[in-house]
């Protein structure tokens, strides 16, 4: 069958989306996320203007082969706003597979290999006590494994520290964790590594004092460390056993991981804003990740992902899926099928939409002991309300940036 019509959709419910609305000629539709968290409408502009018209008359059920036509045939290859344009009619494609066939999408991908997908929620505070509140607030809700966020001593703002904003739609109040700011320009925030080093090792004492040796916790570097700092980081953190130290250092330098694992056997997980297995390639080979961190709706979609974690399994390198709420519940839920059938899955990032969010996308996972299923609906199980979506217009918004004290321009 045909694809008849493809409509790119922005709706900003409790953060900018933008998805990918196929429809076949005999009315199966499909959806695909391509959300790019600060940069959202340069990915519409090129889904608009040179997708589109690319699929209307394609047949919908070729998705390597439109993967293939769509990477190869613009000659300018890789790349966010392309990767994450490719990914959405990827996704649309599969989900309309699954609908014609009557199966979730995880049973074309092999079926399940597991019941459920581990999954991590962020927990953060600025000091010790609000910190312990929040892994505990984690823990009521279910959550198994839990990354640890903190304030450092003398920074005014930090990553990863939710705002105290609660979002009170429906009756539910939710600590705002998105850092994406709504306004013209990017909220500054300040930064010191030496601080933070000399700061952390103690954090993850307290916690592991406080919660015992069983949690997994993980943490996030953000990029923010020279080869060096990261090495030095993760050999204190030894005594901790983290999950995973995430991101210790700016993804573009891979041979800094070589550095990095010559001192220090705390697992690294990287790869969130990777948009191709080019970029895994190598650090995959040479062993010098033990998660990829992956997006489906940054790498291209489930198809080039899963070729990724295939290529990763045989070096038993697992997966660890980026999944916070600038992922739409369409890209939520392509990973969450992905995970469910692949062998080496790792643990899967999960942060709850806000309830205006699950207006709009009505979504079928369900989220049980510790653990997330995408459900059982055929495609990817999740469906657009266009009504809805349209009560919530499209909002500037810009992820925070970061100075040192001398001014200097640093890592997020
Ligand atoms: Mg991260």
Known sequence: MTIDKAEVIVTSPDRNFVTLKLTTADGITGLGDATLNGRELAVVAYLSEHVVPLLVGADEGRIEDTWQFLYRSAYWRRGPVTMAAIAAVDMALWDIKGKRAGMPVYQLLGGASRTGLLAYGHASGKELPELF???REHLEQGYRAIRIQTGVPGLKAIYGIASQAADTFGGEVRYDHEPARRGVKPVEEDWDTRSYLRHLPGVFEAVRN?????????HDGHHRMTPIQAAKLGKELE????????DCTPAENQEALRLVRQHTTTPLAIGEIFNTVWDFKDIIREQLIDYVRGAVTHMGGISPLKKTLDYAAMYQIKSGMHGPTDISPVGMAAAMHLGLAIHNFGIQEYMRHGARTDHVFRQSFTWRDGLLHPGDAPGLGVELDVDEAGKYPYEQAYLPYNRLADGTVHDW
Not at 210 to 218: A, N
Not at 239 to 246: A, N, S, T, V
């Open 133 to 135: 509140d929040s892994v």
């Open 210 to 218: 406080e919660f015992g040796p069983e949690l997994p916790l993980l």
């Open 239 to 246: 005594p901790y056993d983290l999950f995973w130290l995430e």
